[in-house]
């Protein structure tokens, strides 16, 4: 039985490239290239890799206790890597040569970071406060506003009521 996951994009264009992660919030499963353009699209969507590995056939095994997913130019490679000039996922050997003159990052460290900003922004307590703060100011500022309108519309009223009551005197 044939079970692998292919990227739901490729599908719609009739195209049947494999899958290296689902997006949980679109419930889509995403290649390489389409993760790029969603992530760029959708940076705070979560992507979760697949938890089964390519073997060289591009076949899959459920039973792998780590998720390896294979380079394609280097079949006998894992994707141990992200390039961080290109924004592709790479090997050693892709590193070393293809990409030597690119930054790069384990995927585990990049996966660690991009959790910790993810976390960091929304969960920053202080984040909350200064929203709250920023808005019993702007609030402030209106009513202020508002009570100076007041008055002057009050001072015009009363400078225009005097001049009439001058006219009528006359």
Do not use: G, P
């Amino acid at each position: 039985m044939n079970s692998n996951k292919y990227c739901t994009l490729c599908k719609e264009e009739d195209i049947n490239d494999l899958a290296i992660c689902e997006c949980i919030e679109c419930n889509k499963y995403l290649c390489e290239d389409h993760m790029k353009i969603h992530k760029k699209k959708t940076q705070f969507h979560t992507l979760q890799y697949l938890s089964f590995s390519y073997n060289q056939n591009n076949n899959h095994s459920n039973n792998s206790s780590q998720q390896h997913h294979y380079c394609k130019e280097h079949s006998d490679q894992i994707l141990e890597m992200k390039c961080l000039t290109c924004q592709s996922l790479i090997c050693l050997e892709c590193a070393f040569h293809k990409h030597k003159e690119h930054d790069y990052i384990l995927i585990q460290d990049c996966i660690q970071k991009d959790k910790l900003e993810y976390l960091n922004y929304f969960n920053d307590n202080n984040l909350i406060d200064r929203i709250k703060e920023k808005q019993l100011e702007n609030k402030k500022k209106v009513e202020q506003n508002i009570l100076e309108i007041k008055e002057e519309a009050e001072l015009l009223i009363n400078k225009e009521i005097n001049e009439t009551f001058e006219i009528w005197k006359k």
